[in-house]
């Protein structure tokens, strides 16, 4: 099983840095892949960015390549969104996520989700 927990989330002017963690408390996700997927407000959710099990291959939103690195650590069982130059179009609810297998694909969802953390990014 798993259970996620992001943190992190906050204000930051335009141009500002912003670094979400995620924790799985149960540390059962050490070989699934995982990413970060967000939602703004009357919109759906979007994919973010994803790291395979060991974190030989990430994947990225056009929008964010270039600014947003993710990282994991999986001794402690954290997922990490280091989040530079960010922009007013980048506020959204930001949700840790899990997959059920070692390596990601976007032809299907991650089975595991956390409750979010809210990135507000002003102008």
């Known amino acids: 099983q798993v259970q996620l927990t992001e943190s992190g989330g906050g204000l930051v002017q335009a141009g500002g840095s912003l670094r979400l963690t995620c924790t799985n408390a149960?540390?059962?996700?050490?070989?699934?892949?995982m990413g970060w997927f967000r939602q703004a407000p009357g919109q759906e959710r979007d994919f973010v960015a994803a790291i395979s099990w060991n974190g030989d291959r990430t994947d990225y939103a056009d929008s964010v390549k270039g600014r947003f690195t993710i990282s994991r650590d999986r001794a402690t069982s954290t997922l990490y969104l280091q989040m530079n130059e960010l922009k007013p179009e980048d506020t959204a609810v930001y949700y840790c996520a899990a997959d059920r297998l070692s390596y990601y694909s976007r032809s299907r969802p991650m089975t595991y989700w956390g409750k979010g953390t809210l990135v507000t990014v002003s102008s």
């Open positions: 149960r540390r059962t996700a050490s070989n699934n892949a």
